[in-house]
């Protein structure tokens, strides 16, 4: 076992969950321990695929998998089923969710992609997270890419969203993104019955700060704990009792809404995630995803 593969207990976990592996034709193919310890490596060092060491078989092997799971959805699959694992052992603390966002930069051979959507190997269909925009966008750093982030109390990610660069700011493009992210939190309960999509509290920064988002919190009967800007605070105490009240705030909860700055670290440790260099959009969703899944079926 090679520096950053599965380790046996990690690979026990993770093969329940994979789809079957058969060639056409009754032909042989990689295992698929083989091939995601290559997609791995690559998540971890970056490096381009041709430059994939022999060990891990064929690169365009490696890379096709990686693409076609991306773009079928295997791979969120996986992420849900091993987050149902968690949840069933009882490894992920919903008592406080909480939600900020990264800037990606993108890498030159980011750039570039055909303006023809692209479709899902072997079928007719695009894949279901594509973007027109690509998710990229012009920021002050150049091409960037914005990663909306959920993470639970453990430093894992439930939920992510992947925007242009550009989508930030209060009371621009960031702020309604909260309600998105919350919305990919859909982790299946083993027992049957609906995924469990609630957590018991909510953490945000002031940029995420709207009265959209109050709203909807409170509409799920979801506590949450996200600080109001100086200037809607003046704005409310100006309208007087038609601004309605004040909002609460907890200080020692919010001490919490580091748990996923330190997830934004530890999904950035990957330099396939920190730097992005898929040209598709959702091709780099399946690279984030997949650095999602090796945070989970890690120690917490």
């Known amino acids: 076992m090679g520096r950053g593969d599965l380790s046996d207990e990690e690979w026990a976990r ?33 490096l381009p695929w041709r430059d994939l060491p022999p060990c891990f078989g064929s690169w365009k092997t490696v890379h096709d998998r990686h693409r076609r799971w991306s773009a079928d959805g295997t791979w969120e699959r996986i992420l849900r089923a091993v987050q149902a694992d968690a949840d069933a052992e009882g490894r992920i603390d919903w008592s406080m969710v909480s939600v900020d966002s990264t800037t990606c930069r993108a890498h030159q051979h980011a750039a570039g992609a055909s303006t023809r959507a692209p479709k899902i190997p072997g079928r007719r269909r695009n894949p279901a997270r594509h973007r027109p925009d690509e998710a990229l966008g012009r920021s002050r750093g150049g091409l960037t ?80 704990t996200i600080p109001e800007p100086r200037d809607q605070r003046a704005n409310r105490r100006r309208r007087g009792s038609q601004g309605g009240r004040p909002t609460g705030f907890d200080k020692t909860i919010y001490r919490r809404r580091n748990e996923v700055e330190r997830t934004i670290n530890r999904l950035k440790n990957f330099r396939a995630v920190a730097t992005r260099f898929d040209k598709r959009a959702y091709v780099f969703h399946g690279t984030v995803t997949v650095a999602a899944i090796r945070l989970w079926l890690g120690p917490q």
């Open 14 to 46: 993770l093969e329940p969950h994979l789809p079957v592996n058969r060639g056409r034709g009754g032909r042989a193919i990689q295992s698929h321990r083989r091939v995601i310890n290559g997609i791995l490596f690559r998540q971890r060092t970056g």
């Open 145 to 224: 890419s914005k990663i909306h982030l959920a993470g639970e109390g453990g430093c894992r990610p439930l939920g992510f969203v992947i925007t242009p660069g550009q989508w930030g700011g209060r009371g621009g493009e960031g702020a309604p993104q909260m309600i998105p992210v919350l919305e990919e939190i859909r982790v299946p309960r083993q027992a049957g019955g609906r995924p469990r999509t609630r957590p018991d509290h909510v953490g945000g920064d002031k940029a995420y700060s709207s009265r959209r988002n109050r709203r909807h919190l409170r509409r799920r009967q979801i506590k949450h």
